[in-house]
């Protein structure tokens, strides 16, 4: 099965911070491809949400190469 297009996951972790990481689906189950790291306020959740698009726009090919 090929994956989809890489998106941007939020979940919380056992803590209460938010991990931001981009996430791609295969089949059925999300598979992280890349953990951009944890957010303790909404602030730092936006801070890694962008880093999430300049990744996605600058450098897409860098996500699709790793399995």
Same mark, same amino acid.
């Given at each position: 099965?090929t994956? +989809?297009?890489?998106f =941007? &996951?939020?979940v919380?972790t056992?803590?209460?911070?938010t991990?931001?990481q981009?996430v @791609? ?6 598979r +992280?491809?890349e953990? =951009? &790291?944890?957010?303790?306020t909404p ?6 949400e962008?880093? @999430? ?13 790793r399995?």
């Open positions: 099965m994956p +989809v297009s890489p =941007l &996951g939020k919380k056992p803590s209460g911070a991990a931001v981009i @791609a689906k295969v089949g059925r189950t999300n +992280v491809i953990h =951009l &790291g944890s957010a303790h602030d730092e959740s936006a801070l890694e962008l880093a @999430a698009f300049e990744v996605n726009v600058l450098a897409p090919n860098a996500l699709s190469s399995s």
